[in-house]
């Protein structure tokens, strides 16, 4: 029987097989829960409605241009790759969470293979944004890889399967099961990752689920049958579906896999088994043969047929050397279903330095920073940092921003409500200065009334970052029913919201979130950066008004509001309620260096650097033809054996780092590798403690696949990594050996200031919750204390040309972000769009030009997929180079280093069109002109058709005596540099 004819049966005849759990026969693979979907494409009626076999009512509504397939004796449809989609009815009730199954059939011809570009979609469960936040999504990805997407709404896990694009007609079975996240290709587990906990969340995600397209790409190929279960398959329901018989036997196999953590002492095991018969009573795990932890299994625990467990151990007894582990599965008579065993090693760890450093921590004033000063102004502290006066008055959270320009529309303040009474004001005491230096100032404003206290701690740092704990202690029994922080700020400088370079939101009216970690307010220049990690006391939990954002009355003011406490929250004497977040002025730095004066480049080949000083173009070596076109600095993208893991001193990858960096300084260039990302590698050498560095509950990113293997030469898997305490340390550790050893000038880092979410209290991350359940916190407050040590270990080391260079992509977290030397993003911009499309151009100054946070940007293109010139015509008009990617990117950017040397860019001032001052402006909506001032006043203008049509540009002075030229024609998506005179 084919699995068509199978899943038509089991659809058929729902109540038999519901009752047919210990029958014989096929439908025996259906006696759980039946899919929540299930098309044969086959069944699709004329009106454009694809009949759900699973009998839940998911008809899928069909547009585009399908064409009927057929491969032997099955039917399907033909996606086109361009307009052709499905989208279910009550799409939202697909979006499953926890256990699921995707069961497909598919073919795809090597050549629509090729035609298929990144993120084609089969089916698309939703994506809240690129990258993250996924609830379940299959799609066509580099490599002929067929790539399945989870999430839990904090991080992504991929599982990709290679080689499909092969013509053959093929049944695909993808599984997360406990522990566990499965592919199956015709019937043959061909990828797992074992001990992955992270499962897909129903409340993510976007309300619609469809099949064939999503804004990156679309699918172009055959389906034939996809189904989708909100269980796990049995492995015998996988057989069955894929119609291959089951070679196992029926007996129990999985695997067994544990690592020891020497430094805390932890033993930490993930089972992972099939065909787990329903006998099986007791887990049992051994040390030295004896007892060491046990379990007694529930049986729907084993409902699929699958037991998957992971868990700790605590080894502090256990002596260092070598010990015997061992699982086993038993039944009731205490008969061994199954069994593994292996070699524990327990070590006597030498070095803590790795782990439990403070490298990088000092309370030395680095440059271009100035020291701080604390001023009393009558009855107000200023707090002076460079370019930015914080003023603070007695009570609680009361405090001005000034950022070369008055930020606050009026003092912040609490709003309290105790008892059904609203507007409770306390007693204000004297602010208190605890504590008074060059780098660091630490105040304390108290009130109080004899119902409670109120405190607000401010320890302020001298790149303006305010890091505030608040505490309401009762002092009797009593009910809060609201506790509001308020924060009035200029609607003249505060214009938009940026959560992440993606989400940009231009304020208009009331904006609300529910509890997020991140959130930039202000606009290209300037503006307020708020960063939290916890949710803990806020309550109502996941209230969808955490924060609020509200447009007063007269226009004038945006006020800012957090509402930790919006409901009533019983207290008893000496309860407290405790939180604690960050705001900064931006920006937070001056722009010392433009980036046009760094000239940084991507070598290539991509990853090819180490023989760079060979390899050979245009008659010259790849180094020497770089450096003669201008390059200054430039990335080592080769990684060593570990992805995303600084030169281990003594390997043959740190000798080729240290031959090419002695090489780049000959020429005075700098030269800095890939150090740092958003991942760790199972090869890299301290993977025994990795417990301490990824995020839990942790999710594998191996799914980069062919990806890795090519950056490194080794294929691993390679996890999130949480940025609290010990990879902190790490790091540190890491990266000081690396540049004493090789004399590199500093670092590239990967999404390193990204905040997510971690439950591991070893970390310092997570919280029990008033259920007792445990919560994830975020790491940005730890993620932005990681970029300042970066910094001060790499100035420490190299001086001012030290390099941070911070791949910038997600969370905008300025006050990490203003610790690097240079930003380069820009990956998040839609895909085959031409500028301004879908990103607003005052949205597009804000996320992307640095301006606003006072570090040098750069502009990434290659995922734009325009070309070099074109991403050039959106950057330059924002005074932001591209920074060359593409062999033949370093040509034509060299060519515009020569113009700029020419012309004495380099030193002269910037000033954009969006600014009154700019001395010439375009007549021509879509064409955009912004001018440098040179010293002698004379203006040379950049000028970009960011239109989809060729465009008559006719520019007009703001400025007497410009030389102003003729109309002239310019093509869409191009530029022209126009030197204009005084």
């Not at 609201?482 to 940009?504: D, G, M």
Request: contains cysteine.
């Amino acid at each position: 029987m084919t699995s068509k004819m199978l899943l038509a049966a089991a659809a058929s005849f729902l109540m038999i097989a519901a009752n047919a759990a210990d029958s014989d026969g096929v439908l025996n693979s259906f006696s759980g829960s039946m899919p929540k979907l299930f098309y044969d494409f086959t069944t699709y009626n004329a009106d454009g409605t694809l009949k759900d076999l699973s009998g839940n009512g998911h008809e899928g509504r069909l547009s585009g241009s399908f064409v009927p397939a057929s491969w032997s004796d099955q039917n399907g449809l033909f996606f086109n790759g361009k307009d052709t989609r499905i989208v279910p009815e009550d799409a939202a009730g697909l979006k499953v969470a926890g256990r699921l199954s995707i069961y497909l059939k598919v073919r795809i011809e090597p050549e629509w293979g090729k035609q298929m570009g990144p993120f084609s979609p089969l089916i698309f469960g939703s994506v809240d944004e690129l990258g993250a936040n996924r609830n379940y999504s299959l799609f066509f990805d580099h490599g002929n890889q067929l790539s399945f997407d989870i999430g839990n709404g904090g991080s992504a896990n991929t599982l990709a399967v290679t080689d499909i694009a092969d013509g053959q007609l093929h049944s695909f079975v993808f599984m997360v099961a406990n522990c566990s996240v499965l592919a199956y290709c015709d019937g043959k587990c061909v990828r797992r990752q074992d001990g992955v906990n992270i499962v897909p969340d129903k409340n993510i995600g976007l309300p619609e689920i469809q099949l064939g397209t999503w804004f990156a790409g679309s699918f172009l190929g055959e389906l034939y049958e996809l189904a989708l279960y909100d269980r796990a398959l049995s492995n015998r329901e996988v057989l069955a579906l894929s119609g291959v018989d089951d070679e196992t036997g029926g007996q129990c196999h999985g695997t067994f896999t544990f690592k020891h953590s020497d430094l805390m002492r932890r033993l930490t095991w993930v089972l992972a088994c099939e065909d787990v018969p329903r006998s099986a009573k007791m887990l049992e795990l051994l040390v030295d043969g004896a007892t060491a932890w046990e379990k007694e299994l529930l049986n729907e625990e084993i409902a699929d047929e699958r037991l998957g467990m992971t868990d700790e151990l605590d080894t502090t007894a256990v002596v260092p050397g070598r010990h015997d582990m061992e699982i086993r599965i038993l039944d009731a008579d205490g008969k061994v279903l199954f069994s593994k065993a292996g070699p524990l090693e327990v070590r006597v760890v030498e070095n803590k330095e790795l782990f439990l450093n403070d490298l990088g921590v000092t309370d030395e004033v680095l440059p271009p920073w100035t020291p701080m000063e604390v001023r009393q102004n009558g009855d107000q502290t200023e707090v002076a940092v460079w370019n930015r006066t914080y003023t603070f008055g007695d009570e609680p959270l009361s405090c001005e921003f000034y950022s070369g320009a008055m930020l606050s529309a009026t003092p912040s303040e609490y709003r309290l409500s105790l008892d059904g009474t609203d507007d409770v004001r306390l007693i204000s005491r004297k602010l208190e200065v605890l504590k008074n230096t060059p780098s660091l100032v630490e105040l304390l404003q108290t009130a109080e009334n004899d119902d409670v206290e109120l405190t607000a701690r401010h320890a302020i740092e001298y790149d303006g970052f305010d890091r505030i704990k608040v505490k309401l202690t009762a002092r009797r029994d009593l009910t809060v029913n609201r506790l509001h922080f308020v924060f009035p700020l200029s609607r003249k400088y505060i214009k938009a919201t940026l959560q992440t370079l993606n989400e940009e939101a231009a304020i208009q009216e009331d904006q609300s979130f529910d509890f997020i970690p991140v959130l930039f307010m202000g606009d290209e220049e300037r503006g307020i950066s708020y960063l939290a990690d916890s949710d803990q006391y806020w309550l109502p939990v996941d209230n969808p008004k955490a924060l609020e954002l509200k447009v007063a009355p007269d226009g004038a003011t945006v006020v800012f509001e957090m509402h930790p406490v919006d409901a009533e929250v019983a207290l008893k004497a000496n309860d407290t309620l405790e939180y604690e977040f960050a705001l900064t002025a931006t920006p937070i730095r001056p722009m010392t260096e433009s980036a046009w004066v760094k000239r940084c480049v991507n070598i290539r080949p991509y990853c090819g650097e180490m023989t760079c000083t060979v390899d050979q173009r245009g008659g010259k070596s790849i180094f020497d033809y770089y450096a003669d076109a201008g390059m200054r600095s430039f990335i080592i993208w080769r990684n060593g054996k570990a992805f995303g893991y600084p030169p281990l001193p003594g390997t043959e990858y740190s000798d080729g780092v240290k031959s090419l960096v002695a090489k780049a300084h000959e020429q005075g260039i700098l030269a800095f590798p890939y150090a740092i990302g958003f991942l760790y590698s199972e090869l890299a050498p301290d993977w025994n403690e990795s417990r301490l560095l990824t995020y839990t509950p942790g999710s594998d990113f191996s799914s980069a696949g062919d990806f890795l293997e090519k950056e490194t030469g080794f294929p691993q898997h390679t996890w999130w990594v949480c940025n609290n305490r010990f990879y902190q340390n790490l790091m540190l550790y890491r990266v000081r050996e690396a540049i004493l050893e090789t004399g590199m000038d500093g670092v590239y880092l990967d999404g390193t200031a990204n905040s997510r979410k971690c439950t591991d209290e070893l970390h310092g991350c997570g919280y029990i919750d008033r259920d007792g359940h445990r919560r994830a916190t975020y790491n940005g407050l730890g993620t932005r204390d990681f970029l300042k040590r970066i910094h001060t270990l790499v100035y420490q080391l190299k001086g001012e040309q030290g390099v941070v260079d911070l791949h910038f992509s997600v969370a905008y977290n300025a006050p990490a972000a203003a610790w690097a030397t240079s930003l380069w993003s820009g990956e998040n911009l839609e895909a085959d769009q031409y500028a301004f499309k879908s990103l607003p151009p005052e949205c597009f100054r804000m996320a992307y030009t640095g301006n606003n946070i006072g570090v040098a940007s750069e502009l990434l293109h290659f995922t734009m997929h325009t070309s070099y010139r074109a991403a050039s015509a959106l950057a330059l008009v924002h005074g932001v180079p591209v920074r060359p990617h593409d062999a033949e990117d370093i040509d034509e950017i060299a060519e515009l280093w020569r113009q700029r040397e020419s012309l004495g860019l380099d030193n002269a001032q910037f000033i954009g069109y969006w600014k009154e001052e700019c001395p010439v402006v375009s007549q021509v909506p879509g064409v955009y002109a912004s001018c440098y001032v040179r010293k002698d006043r004379s203006v040379v203008a950049v000028v970009s058709n960011l239109t989809e049509e060729r465009q008559t540009v006719e520019l007009s002075a703001r400025r007497a005596g410009l030389a102003l030229p003729e109309p002239f024609e310019l093509d869409s998506q191009d530029f022209r540099i126009v030197e204009l005179g005084k």
